[in-house]
């Protein structure tokens, strides 16, 4: 009984043997093959290497300079632009220059006076500054901007009071002032103003022999401007006719006599003829027989010499608005 066991089981493991041998031998001769499937950016790189044909070095290089000429053109473009956008506040001396000559030549007359105002003030070279100041000046004067003309004119006499132009420079300031005069109804300062000009002008009436004549003829119109002036306010003081008035009124005849008698012919005949009203006001007819007496001999003195309120020569700028 045991042998016949004993023979089964060795029976049993010589086929377990066999059945193993087998199985290690298919097992040897199948390899397994593991399969990867390819991420976006790799597909996508196969595609390109698929699809795209041989670059030659030489093209490649092509390419390349290619390249950088359009990035040298786009960023020459971007400096342009810049420029293009760049205001007068910010330009340097000789970019303010350079845009200076083309505004002149387009007629651009207001751009051209910012530009060189803004030249003026970073100007550092004495010898074009002066031309600077003077440019601007005149420009100034012909467009009718007399108060900012009339300030460079005194800047530019304070800097070169040596100058071969400062007879006309110091001429034109005096023009400035006498073209801003108000008419005899309104305030006289500028009239003041205009006949301290004249006065140190003709200071040096020797040296200024050119305009010294017209000098002479608006420091008398202003003078005569003056005198207008003060026969309206003592008019005004006559037409109220008060005991207060009649006296301010008398005050100022007097003034009137003082102040223009020795520079103007016509201020004794004027003076004379407001004396006359005075007197009527003052119900004083022997005083207004007298005076009208008077009146009729200063009169007859006088003729024809009068102050002619017209210039000779000097013209008013032409965008200046005529207030006489």
């Known amino acids: ?50 699809t795209s044909p041989e670059v030659t070095p030489v093209e490649k290089k ?65 010898t074009e500054l002066k031309a600077c100041m003077l440019e601007l000046a005149d420009i100034l004067f012909d467009t009718g901007k007399l108060v900012q003309a009339e300030k460079m004119y005194t800047e530019f006499a304070k800097l070169y009071p040596g100058s071969d132009k400062i007879e006309t420079v110091l001429y034109k ?16 300062t500028k009239t003041h103003e205009t ?10 009436e020797e040296l200024f022999d050119t305009y010294a004549g017209e000098v002479k003829k608006i420091k008398k119109q202003c003078y005569a401007k003056l005198l207008e002036n003060e026969e309206n306010i003592t008019n005004f003081y006559l037409k109220r006719n008060t005991k207060k008035d009649l006296l ?8 009137m006599q003082k102040d223009f008698g020795q520079i103007l012919p016509e201020a004794e005949s004027r003076a004379l003829a407001l004396e006359c009203t005075l007197a009527e006001r003052k119900h004083d007819p022997v005083m207004a027989l007298q005076k009208q007496q008077e009146l009729t001999i200063a009169l007859s003195k006088l003729g024809d ?15 200046f608005t005529d207030k006489f």
């Open 173 to 188: 300031a005096i023009l400035c002032a006498y073209y801003s005069i108000l008419d005899a109804q309104h305030d006289q």
């Open 1 to 50: 009984m045991i042998k016949k066991i004993m023979h089964q089981y060795v029976l049993l493991l010589s086929a377990f043997a066999f059945f193993f041998c087998q199985s290690t031998e298919t097992t040897n001769q199948i390899k397994p093959v593991t399969v990867t499937v390819p991420t976006d950016a790799a597909a996508h790189s196969l595609k390109k290497q698929t």
């Open 195 to 204: 006949i301290d000009l004249a006065t140190q002008f003709l200071e040096r």
């Open 248 to 255: 301010a009124a008398e005050g100022r005849i007097k003034d």
């Open 305 to 319: 010499q009068t102050t002619d309120m017209t210039l000779a020569s000097a013209e008013k700028p032409r965008s």
């Open 62 to 126: 092509g390419e390349k300079r290619h390249g950088g000429r359009c990035r040298a053109k786009k960023k020459d473009h971007k400096k342009e632009k810049k420029a293009a956008k760049k205001t007068i506040k910010d330009m340097s001396y000789e970019e303010l220059k350079e845009l200076k000559g083309r505004l002149v030549a387009q007629k651009k007359t207001d751009a051209v006076i910012k530009c060189l105002e803004k030249m003026v003030a970073q100007c550092k070279d004495i």
